[in-house]
């Protein structure tokens, strides 16, 4: 199973260095739109964040890449987990919540000055947090809260009935915002938004594709860098643009022969949000010649996977590569509300464990993956939800696992020599021995 | 006494659902959260009875649900792993918190069934639009539920159904009233063992059973005494009767309570109207709030300030089952706002099993500091 030792070519990759200025503009955006005249607005980064786009210039804080940002400062995310828990919070709520209120109940902007005050708070419920994450956040802000209900349920029933109660919600957030604001809605930018949406999407999709060659020209550090912005800003025409210069050089680097990972002999997938304090976790898998090529959670928070004519998966297509219509509002909506029904994130992940173990099949085949490292992640009750079901699944089919304990933004929570002394063992399981040795 | 009845059932739900089946020949379907719209099965002659734990302790689930995941949620796999339930002949489960789907989804694909159902409750029930969503998904179910039997289910039998649940919700609100008296003809103990038995047996036959208590009250001599300190109990899933024994042992009577075992399992009754599913499942959009339904205002802390009142609570106990994240969100505020109000709370934290002697001295000191405050 485990190739033999072989040494690929590899170079830096260019957008990089754009994906880490991206962000960190996104950063300044959120603390100074009301210098610049933009809406701030708050909620959950699978949030429907194009909507607001109608009411004119706005940045969307998201509260879960924030919170992962915290937590790799130790002392400001011990602040952070220690105000909320003050505040009676329970320790094993999510962890990124607990950073971002953390930062929230301190008044402190981890990027610098005050905790930004949000125009509105908008969010998508479809975990026991978000909508709840939200409602305090409204409360302590004095800042009004519309929720949006994501209408998870089995996949592929009632569709139209969930498009329907979709549609109908976003109208009344459309009026809803315009009252809140005194601002004329836009539908023009709206359609904008969602197609700017879409394409991001969809190009991450076509990216992450390209991580079934061997060897892999993006591991999963690289990934974490680079799909971020398909969260934080993919409703901008800037995130298109990213992508479509990141897709071509990806191209390129599968047309060269280009790894991420010279030594790449053993590819991996994981599942779950990493312990984002301790990514140096990829960088010692490395020395085993392992390349982590992807895994469910991180080509789909951004990205979606559908079924080639030729059966393989594939990147979707956009509303307008379908021919949907975008002319009038009800237009939009539905093709919006389309994409949110079909995220794998959300259908997937949230509704029942075997709707994730059969995509994680398909991705281990698909992707070429030699084995499978679950994080048991205490941080998030949403994407820990059917993990051990899904290592069920996967061990029953002949795929070996590892799993380790841990939280993504609490790292009170991990136990990094444990973790490594798993990791070693997982390694000689898979018959590899460090490279340097 | 009847209520000795009502104790029976849930000490010995297996046998009394396994006799129902030998006795009617039909099916029972088993519910792992009360957002189900259990009329619908009723109606078509299956037996809906909520699935819960047994507060023993196990290993049975550790390969199936990670720990950090609620104890009921591993309690109640843990029954179906081990063929408590090998009776049912299907499962269903209504969309609300993730600790439960995880269990539901592990029960499916790890325990035999010739039905399994995951239907979609709105989450936003404050939203106008939830209705009609509800509507959408309580019509698909029937349809899967005819599709299963191989019959259809008539508007007749969904109108006695509706008929039998709403008199079930009637007489226990009519139990429930009397308790509002000092002291109350029944202990707390006993009323959420009511609750529990409706939720584990024939709901005709349950009416009965309700009847019969209500007769039997008033002419009680071994109830709750006068003059003791008024509880309420507030949070999670609870079926922890012996737990709430040992608390009325201690000089204090529950008088309210709002639990999913309690009064939002029955509060409000479907009203009648020509669309039977519309009114089914509005009844489930406006009954008193889980958390995890409960945005973006805060309906439920209004109910449970009104019963604060209308029981005349002196203190209440907030039970919470571990990493039960709905009802952690709510925790912090409700009790700012019940200490706002001059109510004291205690907070404890249920696992599979509680460690009753550490319980036991918390609430003895929580008691005496409400004793003290009556002083």
Redesign the interface.
């Known amino acids: 199973m485990v190739t033999s030792i072989k040494k690929y070519q590899t170079r830096p990759l260019d957008s990089f260095k754009k994906a880490v200025e991206l962000r960190k503009e996104y950063y300044q955006n959120v603390r100074e739109a009301k210098q610049q005249g933009k809406l701030l607005i708050t909620g959950g980064a699978d949030s429907m964040v194009a909507l607001p786009a109608g009411l004119g210039d706005y940045v969307f804080f998201e509260g879960e890449p924030y919170g992962a940002t915290i937590s790799m400062d130790p002392e400001f995310s011990g602040k952070c987990v220690e105000a909320a828990e003050a505040k009676n919070f329970a320790r094993d709520m999510c962890a990124y919540m607990r950073n971002y209120w953390g930062s929230m109940f301190l008044n402190k902007y981890y990027f610098g000055g005050e905790f930004p005050k949000p125009d509105f708070v908008m969010q998508l419920g479809f975990c026991d947090t978000h909508a709840k994450w939200m409602q305090q956040v409204g409360e302590y802000m004095n800042a009004p809260y519309f929720g949006i209900d994501m209408p998870v349920g089995t996949p592929g029933r009632n569709v139209e009935a969930k498009v329907k109660y979709l549609t109908s919600q976003m109208n009344d957030a459309i009026e809803w915002m315009q009252k809140v604001t005194g601002r004329k809605y836009d539908d023009d930018k709206l359609r904008e938004a969602v197609r700017n949406e879409c394409k991001s999407s969809t190009l991450w999709s076509e990216i992450v594709c390209y991580n079934k060659a061997i060897p892999a020209p993006l591991e999963q550090r690289l990934i974490f860098t680079l799909f971020i912005i398909c969260i934080l800003r993919r409703y901008e025409r800037k995130s298109v643009e990213f992508y479509e210069t990141l897709r071509d050089e990806v191209k390129q680097r599968v047309a060269d022969g280009i790894a991420a990972v010279a030594t790449e002999r053993c590819r991996l997938m994981d599942d779950s949000q990493p312990p984002w304090y301790f990514l140096q976790l990829y960088k010692y898998m490395e020395k085993y010649g392992v390349s982590v090529v992807g895994s469910h959670y991180s080509f789909f928070l951004g990205g979606s996977l559908e079924e080639m004519p030729d059966g393989s998966l594939g990147a979707p297509k956009t509303p307008d590569e379908m021919g949907m219509p975008m002319k009038t509002r009800e237009d939009i909506l539905r093709a919006y509300a389309l994409w949110y029904i079909k995220k794998p994130i959300i259908s997937q992940m949230f509704a029942l464990p075997h709707f994730k173990s059969e995509t994680m099949l398909r991705l281990v085949k698909e992707w070429k993956v030699n084995g499978v490292i679950f994080h048991l992640n205490r941080g998030c009750e949403g994407t820990a939800m059917g993990q051990m079901e899904n290592r069920l699944a996967l061990t029953k089919a002949g795929i070996p696992v590892m799993t380790y304990e841990g939280n993504m933004a609490d790292r009170r929570e991990f136990d990094e020599a444990q973790t490594l002394r798993r990791i070693d063992a997982f390694m000689e399981s898979l018959g590899l021995s460090k490279l340097e040795s | 006494m009847t209520l000795d009845r009502a104790k029976e059932i849930v000490t010995n739900r297996h046998d009394y659902a396994r006799e129902w089946k030998k006795k009617t020949g039909s099916k029972v379907m088993g519910y792992f959260c009360t957002y189900v719209p259990e009329e619908i099965v009723y109606a078509a002659g299956v037996l809906p009875i909520r699935v819960i734990g047994s507060h023993e302790a196990q290993s049975y689930t550790e390969?199936?649900?990670?720990t950090?995941?609620c104890p009921f949620s591993r309690d109640v796999l843990a029954q179906g792993l081990r063929g408590k339930y090998d009776y049912l002949d299907g499962i269903m489960i209504g969309?609300s918190?993730?600790?439960l789907?995880?269990a539901?989804?592990?029960w499916?694909?790890n325990v035999p069934a010739s039905f399994s159902y995951?239907?979609?409750t709105?989450?936003?029930i404050q939203?106008?639009?939830?209705k009609?969503?509800m509507l959408?998904?309580t019509t698909?179910f029937k349809k899967a539920v005819e599709n299963w039997l191989g019959r259809p289910i008539t508007d007749d039998a969904l109108d006695k159904s509706i008929e039998v649940y709403n008199t079930n919700r009637r007489l226990l609100k009519q139990i429930y009233e009397l308790r509002k008296a000092d002291p109350p003809p029944l202990f707390g103990s006993e009323a959420i063992e009511l609750v529990l038995s409706s939720q584990l047996s024939d709901k005709a036959e349950h009416n009965k059973l309700l009847e019969s208590v209500l007769k039997e009250l008033p002419q009680r001599r071994n109830g709750p005494q006068g003059g003791n300190i008024r509880l309420m109990i507030i949070g999670s899933e609870d079926d922890d009767t012996n737990f709430l024994r040992y608390v009325e042992g201690l000089g204090a009577t529950i008088v309210a309570d709002e639990h999913c075992t309690g009064s939002r399992y029955f509060w409000n009754e479907t009203v009648p109207e020509k669309d039977r599913l519309r009114a089914i499942g509005n009844r489930y959009m406006n009954r008193p709030p889980c958390?995890?339904k409960d945005?973006?205002s805060?309906r439920r802390f209004v109910h449970i300030m009104n019963m604060a009142k209308e029981y005349n609570i002196q203190g209440a106990i907030l039970v919470q089952q571990k990493?039960c994240?709905?009802h952690?969100?709510?925790?912090?505020?409700l009790?700012a706002l019940l200490e706002k109000n001059g109510i004291p709370s205690l907070f404890l934290e249920f696992d599979i099993t509680v460690p009753i002697g550490q319980f036991r001295t918390r609430v003895e000191a929580f008691l005496e500091m409400l004793q003290l405050e009556v002083v």
């Open positions: 390969p199936h649900i990670y950090m995941f969309h918190c993730l600790h789907r995880q539901f989804g592990a499916m694909t995951y239907m979609y709105p989450a936003k939203s106008p639009h939830a009609e969503m959408a998904e698909e958390p995890t945005w973006e805060r990493f994240d709905p952690e969100f709510d925790i912090p505020p009790k």
